[in-house]
């Protein structure tokens, strides 16, 4: 029943809406929402034991290729928050090339949906050659990442056949979310944000719903961009991410060109691209950064900019108050979950436009879902 596509036409398009409920299922059990005396925790069976470990580390390594890095690049502000331990980011075919330094003081989490990436699993072994504590974050019981790590994981999302990641990633957030959570213990001075969090994780289904009901907006959005040669994606903070795996999603199955910028990094060289002709989304929801993202917004209205604007419900008007601009609007989630959300209008961004543009939404050109060599 799983591999079926039921009503929907695609699997990219079952498996965008089905997010909902394949987030319920990776939480299931991993929450504990207690009575009024007894605090709101995490439980990950799989990782009790080694706890203690990580959070002694040097520092945590995530490691991963494609959407699993982007998720764990999502997921990083939060385990630096919550662990206070330091978290580095490797792509792992860079790691390998470089033969970057890995210790035994080191935790290595290696994620992958399919747990047979090549790279991710040679940067694996590497990992256990250099005597760090390896934990697989994968969506694939058996696989042989899942079995080569100490311990690990998995993130239940339920079987993905398309081959661009969608319920994958998010469901992989929502577990480093939890890792974050785990990690980070039960300490008074971060009792209420860890609450808040919990809170958050317990609503993001409806969260979710919320956000696919933009399913026709999203098409009405991509029958606008259907010609342009490029679309890029603004991002900052919890959503740099966002903005890397939205603009993946629309390369790898609409085959348009389309580049995640970090949103700091603006003046240094993007800003030159900018006139009244390329497509900008800039995710600009509420967080920390957003009075950032504002200046940002102000810069590329002075410079035309052709932009669709990513906000928190109610935010409309404010983020568009210096210029012409179409605007996302977005439920709002406690700031290390909105990542979650912030991706789905653009994944039905993707899918909407791949279909409009004739090409295989399931199976890109030259693409495997798994990739199994190096
Ligand atoms: C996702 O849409 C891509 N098809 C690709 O980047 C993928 O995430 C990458 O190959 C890693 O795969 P994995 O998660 O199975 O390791």
């Known amino acids: 029943e799983q591999i079926n596509k039921g009503k929907y036409e695609h699997y990219m398009q079952k498996e965008i809406h089905e997010q909902p409920e394949s987030l319920t299922t990776t939480m299931r059990g991993r929450l ?12 990950l069976g799989g990782l009790k034991d080694h706890l203690k470990t990580i959070r002694r580390s040097r520092r945590i390594v995530f490691i991963g290729c494609g959407t699993s890095y982007n998720a764990a690049l999502a997921a990083r502000p939060i385990l630096e ?8 980011m490797e792509i792992a075919s860079d790691l390998l090339d470089r033969q970057g330094p890995i210790y035994r003081e080191d935790t290595a989490v290696f994620v992958s949906q399919s747990g047979e990436t090549a790279d991710t ?34 993130i239940n999302a339920g079987c993905e056949i398309g081959v661009a ?18 990690i980070g213990g039960d300490t008074i001075s971060n009792q209420e944000r860890r609450e808040a969090i919990i809170d958050g994780l317990f609503d993001l289904p409806n969260k979710i719903r919320d956000v696919l009901k933009l399913d026709q907006e999203m098409k009405d959005l991509a029958k606008l961009l259907i010609a342009e040669q490029s679309l890029l994606v603004f991002g900052r903070g919890y959503n740099y991410a966002t903005a890397l795996e939205g603009a993946l999603k629309v390369k790898e199955v609409a085959l348009m060109h389309s580049e995640g910028i970090l949103a700091g990094e603006m003046k240094h060289g993007p800003l030159a691209l900018v006139d009244e002709n390329l497509p900008i989304v800039v995710i600009a929801t509420r967080d920390a950064c957003f009075s950032k993202q504002q200046s940002v917004i102000q810069q590329l209205h002075a410079r035309k900019g052709r932009l669709i604007v990513m906000c928190s419900k109610g935010d409309a008007a404010s983020v568009c108050s210096g210029g012409a601009c179409r605007v996302i609007e977005v439920s709002y989630v406690e700031d290390c979950l ?6 789905v209008p653009l994944q039905l961004l993707a899918y909407h436009l791949t279909v409009l543009r004739g090409y295989n939404v399931d199976q890109p050109r030259n693409l495997a879902k798994s990739v199994t060599t190096q």
Do not use: D, W
Not at 32 to 43: D, M
Not at 146 to 151: D, E, L, N, P, Q
Not at 338 to 343: A, C, I, K, L, T
């Open 81 to 88: 928050e919550l662990s206070g331990v330091p978290v580095t």
């Open 32 to 43: 504990i929402r207690g009575g009024s005396c007894k605090a709101k925790t995490v439980l």
């Open 165 to 182: 990641s969608t319920k994958a990633y998010t469901s992989q957030i929502v577990v480093m979310a939890i890792l974050a959570l785990a």
């Open 338 to 343: 909105q990542p979650v959300v912030n991706v």
């Open 121 to 154: 699993l040679h940067a694996l072994e590497y990992a256990l050659e250099n005597g760090a504590l390896c934990v697989g974050i994968t969506n694939t019981v058996g696989s042989v990442i899942a079995r080569k790590t100490h311990c690990g994981v998995h």
